[in-house]
């Protein structure tokens, strides 16, 4: 059995729950997936009220919390998807992590900020459990200049403004692990990407050397990563 953590974007509300039954069938051939939620329109919501009312940091990053645990309760609603408050790695199938009680016992390692949003959150989940992970958002990946980065370090994404928060990129650094950027807006083309282990942006932890498999050999191993 192969297993992921999946970092599912509220950007994607729309097609969410169709990437999730896609996750589930994909699960039959003998994979694992540990959904993160976004925050979604929730976490919008949580920004103008902070905004709004100059609520504190740790005040706003609590309801953000709460906000991804809203959108949890969305991907698992007839998607046969289970929901779970504990950071493991599941027996079989598509866990979606409900993340507001595993954190308020321990999120060592994510400041109350919003440079730390829900990719943060699926990068100290991912590098908790030891896996790497793939973030499903609305673009084709990480766009530099106008192109799509095949591959880059997070180390060269500090301070730039991209699909990741910086609190992620990070996370990443310090953790060695890797993040494959996915479009899902198209839930089918991204499962397929997913299975094939194509396209998007490869964010490795490490500038030089490696620390193991990425998150593509990892799932797919042997796979030809030069097409």
């Not at 920004?47 to 919390?65: C, F, G, N, P």
């Not at 507001?100 to 949003?117: A, F, K, M, V």
């Not at 790497?132 to 200049?145: H, P, R």
């Amino acid at each position: 059995m192969t297993f992921c953590v999946i970092k599912i974007g509220g950007s994607l509300i729309d097609v969410s729950r169709d990437i999730v039954k896609g996750l589930v069938d994909l699960s039959e051939e003998g994979h694992a997936f540990l959904v993160v939620p976004g925050g979604g329109p929730m976490a919008d919501l949580v920004r103008e009220i902070y905004q709004k009312y100059h609520l504190s940091d740790e005040t706003a990053h609590w309801m953000a919390v709460l906000a991804m645990e809203q959108f949890s309760g969305l991907l698992a609603d007839g998607t046969g998807a289970v929901l779970t408050e504990t950071i493991s790695r599941p027996t079989s199938g598509v866990w979606i992590l409900l993340p507001y009680r595993p954190l308020s016992e321990d999120d060592q390692g994510l400041e109350h900020s919003w440079d730390y949003t829900s990719d943060s959150v699926a990068a100290l989940v991912a590098w908790r459990l030891a896996a790497d992970f793939i973030k499903a958002t609305d673009v084709d990946g990480v766009i530099l200049e106008g192109e799509v980065a095949g591959e880059i370090s997070a180390e060269s994404l500090i301070g730039k403004k991209t699909c990741i928060d910086q609190g992620a990129l990070r996370i990443l650094r310090r953790s060695g692990r890797s993040c494959l950027v996915l479009d899902g807006t198209r839930p089918d083309r991204f499962i397929a990407n997913l299975k094939t282990g194509k396209g998007g942006t490869l964010i490795r932890g490490r500038s030089e050397g490696r620390s193991g498999p990425d998150v593509r050999e990892s799932l797919y191993p042997g796979i030809d990563q030069s097409m």
